[in-house]
């Protein structure tokens, strides 16, 4: 493959606008945290759905030194609609090893932006190529989609990632690497779609193979799905007034250090709601929500009572920064509540 014609034909079409994307500086150099903050965020995230996190997290925390030295409760609540809060005990981690042992400063090479908590290799290699310009392969779903029709790699996901990598590598190039990074990606984000690419637009159209067999669609090549497995449980809604009980769920697990609703365990059997209430009232079941998470699909059964105390909560009229899977449950125990209260 002719890859010098290939990265001139791309970059020229990067040149010419591609997408304005509230992180990205072209032309200078782009602030470290903001496009770290914006990296982490992006991960199985779509850009209209982070942009506005990012954006308030940016408000409330200018500086990584501010969003180390903020609580843990209230970052995981600004977090709260963005899903894997894995990634906000590891944005946490992050910018305190930053704060504490670099002094504020974001290191600039790949290898030492590696070596921070919670930072992967595509993450270090993003901010490493992004920011500081440094020679580094970015791969991400986008990417991969590109490459592999760009090359027809007829291996299955996941299997195929190493193939993949090497490909992007080769392609990297090696004047201006960052703008590279960003260019592929937005090839992948705006005309190599997943579905009905954009080929007629496409700047690299002359050297694909995929799009020359007439094949684009089959790229990448995955592993069918094995069927996510279901679990089952119960949330309580206890009302006090006009507030609501949540308990802190413990810090290592799904959702982890998360206020939210008192519940059962998951399991994969469905559940006595009254015999596992937190306390006797007068329990209602008021239905049952459905959410999906990464591993797995859960049905959870709401119940609802007005209630007096419950041992280590802490009663709140606010629930908007509760993770979507209670919000759900709240809104439906409100619904209920509301429909009683209008018979
Ligand atoms: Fe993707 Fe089509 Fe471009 Fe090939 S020609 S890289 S399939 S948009």
């Known amino acids: 493959m002719d890859n010098a014609g290939l990265r001139a034909a791309l970059l020229d079409w990067y040149d010419q606008g591609t997408r304005e994307l509230p992180w990205r500086v072209r ?33 409330r925390w200018p500086t990584v030194s501010d969003l180390a030295a903020a609580e843990d409760g209230e970052v995981m609540s600004a977090w709260a609609g963005l899903g894997y809060y894995a990634r906000a005990r590891n944005l946490l981690a992050c910018a305190r090893a930053v704060a504490h042992d670099h002094a504020g400063v974001f290191p600039d090479t790949e290898e030492d932006l590696r070596a921070l908590p919670g930072v992967g290799p595509y993450t270090a290699a ?6 500081f310009d440094r020679y580094a392969h970015v791969v991400d779903g986008n990417v ?8 027809r790699i007829a291996t299955p996901l996941p299997k195929a990632k190493t193939e993949m990598r090497a490909r992007a590598a080769e392609l990297t190039d090696p004047v201006r690497p960052g703008d590279w990074a ?18 007629d637009r496409c700047p690299v159209a002359g050297w694909c193979a995929a799009k020359a067999a007439g094949d684009q669609e089959t790229y990448p090549v995955k592993t069918p799905k094995a069927a996510r497995p279901r679990r089952y449980g119960a949330a309580y809604v206890m009302r006090r007034g006009g507030e609501v009980a949540l308990v802190r769920r413990p810090s290592k697990g799904l959702l982890g250090g998360m206020l939210g609703l008192p519940t059962t365990d998951w399991t994969g059997e469905r559940i006595d709601g009254v015999a596992e209430a937190p306390v006797a009232a007068d329990w209602k079941r008021v239905g049952e929500i459905e959410h999906v998470f990464t591993h797995f699909s859960l049905t959870l059964e709401v119940w609802a009572a007005e209630a007096r105390a419950l041992e280590g909560a802490v009663w709140s009229r606010d629930v908007a920064g509760l993770p979507s899977v209670f919000l759900k449950a709240v809104r439906l125990a409100s619904g209920h509540a509301a429909k009683r209260s209008s018979r």
């Open 27 to 59: 032309g200078g150099r782009p602030d470290p945290y903001a496009v770290w903050l914006s990296e982490v965020m992006l991960q199985q995230t779509t850009v209209p759905h982070a942009t506005p996190y990012w954006l308030e997290f940016l408000r």
């Open 126 to 131: 993003a901010v490493a190529a992004i920011v």
């Open 144 to 151: 991969e989609r590109v490459v592999s029709r760009l090359f």
């Open 182 to 199: 960003q260019a592929m990606m937005d090839l992948g984000a705006m005309v190599c779609r997943p579905k009905a690419p954009l080929c």
